[in-house]
């Protein structure tokens, strides 16, 4: 489910609660110590700062990292945290609720709600700056894992899928390092 969820947030738009000021979406305390107890945790910050930094080591001449850099110029952050555990039960829905609650209108809608009984649930949210998206959260949720994407900044969401295989983000239409084919597996 992760693969599919972060593939959707990149193609809508693409942990410490220490974030840019300009970030109005804030982790809880309690995803730092969510890690202790993880059997694999993803930690990616990259505020304004890191991701010009990032973004210097692009290519000018090449076309495909032209653009990337450009998208990127756009971008104020990218966060993402991101636990998997061998059990059920090791993370709360109240820390979930406590990013949900972060989410209300008139400043953010939320654009896609996938839940299932089996307890995998996908909400993908934007914030709007007039007719322009300016902010993009996912939010995925296992009884084994849990993953929020935040992006902070202008996006583009036809753009920003070419985001995909840059900078630490997930090449879009591969799985476990093969390129899928969009047949479902058996």
């Known amino acids: ?49 890191m991701l010009q930094l990032a973004s210097g080591f692009l290519s000018q001449e090449d076309q495909d990292e032209a653009h990337v850099k450009k998208l990127i110029g756009k971008l104020r952050g990218v966060y993402v945290r991101s636990f998997e555990f061998d059990k059920e039960g090791q993370y709360s829905m109240a820390d979930v609720e406590a990013i949900r609650d972060q989410l209300k209108v008139p400043t953010w809608t939320r654009i896609v709600g996938v839940h299932s009984l089996k307890g995998d649930n996908s909400d993908v949210f934007v914030k709007k700056n007039g007719d322009a998206i300016a902010g993009l959260v ?27 295989g840059h900078m630490g983000i997930p090449q879009l239409g591969k799985k476990d390092g093969k390129k899928n084919s969009g047949k479902e597996e058996e």
Do not use: Y
Request: hydrophobic share 45%.
């Open 1 to 49: 489910m992760k693969n599919i969820f972060l593939s959707c947030a990149l193609l809508l738009g693409l942990a410490s609660s220490n974030w840019a000021a300009s970030n109005d979406v804030k982790f809880p305390v309690s995803f730092g110590r969510l890690s202790e107890r993880a059997t694999e945790s993803v930690d990616v910050t990259l505020d304004s700062s």
């Open 138 to 164: 996912v939010i995925a949720t296992e009884p084994k894992e849990l993953t929020v994407v935040h992006i902070d900044g202008a996006i583009d969401p036809q753009e920003l899928s070419q985001l995909s």
